[in-house]
Structures are given as C-alpha cells and as structure tokens.
Nanobody, 123 residues
C-alpha cells in the first residue's frame, strides 16, 4: 500500500483546509484509515480515523466539531476537512492505514504511512 497526502498549506486562524490522501493497493477499501499529526518536538498523535465502510469515525477531543474525516473507496481517497483552524493545529499531517479492518487510534498499529503534509495556522 502506498499513500500520498496533499492539501496542506498556510492559513490564518479561523480558516479552513482540506487534506486529501490517495491510496494505492487492493486492500484500501477494506482497511481502516487515519490522519495523524506531529508538531515539532512532540509525538505523532491521532487526529481522526475512519473504518473501511465509513460507518465508524473517531476524533481526538481537540478537533471534535471542527474536523471531518471521510473516504471515497471508489476513488481510493481519504479526506480531512479542517474548519475553524487554530494555531495549535499547526503540524505535519500524515495519512496512514492499518492495512486491515482493525479500528484503532494507536499510531503503532498503522503499518503504512504517507509522506506528510505541512499545515501552518497563523494567529
């Protein structure tokens, strides 16, 4: 499985960005997908995950009500719509997949990772 994230950039606080992740590989449509982020000097943390069917989603508390994860299995795409962005959302954002139907928010359970896309929110 190969993943390619895009859509990051510089935005003012209160603005919006939409991240996209293109996946290759036959297992995508049956795999849990997630978005994670890593700020300088910090660990890589879970942001949002979505089950293979899209029927189950989880969000970290700090983004609930502002971010929405979605997927289009026909296009092998996963998205993260980010609204009402805050300076503390600044990080490199990664898409990842477990490669299985296992639903988990633990980064170490994700076997495949994209290269990351930088999101910078100015105050």
């Amino acid at each position: 499985v190969q993943l390619q994230a895009s859509g990051g950039g510089l935005v003012q606080a209160g603005g919006s960005l939409r991240l996209s992740c293109t996946a290759s590989g036959r297992t995508f449509s049956r795999s849990t997908m997630g978005w994670f982020r890593q700020a300088p000097g910090k660990d890589r943390d879970f942001v949002a995950i979505i089950s293979w069917s899209g029927g189950t989603t989880f969000y970290t508390d700090s983004v609930k009500g502002r971010f929405t994860i979605s997927r289009d299995n026909a296009k092998n795409m996963v998205y993260l719509q980010m609204n009402s962005l805050k300076p503390e959302d600044t990080a490199v954002y990664y898409c990842a997949t477990t490669g299985t139907s296992m639903v988990t928010t633990t980064p170490s359970r994700y076997s495949f990772w994209g290269q990351g896309t930088q999101v910078t929110v100015s105050s």
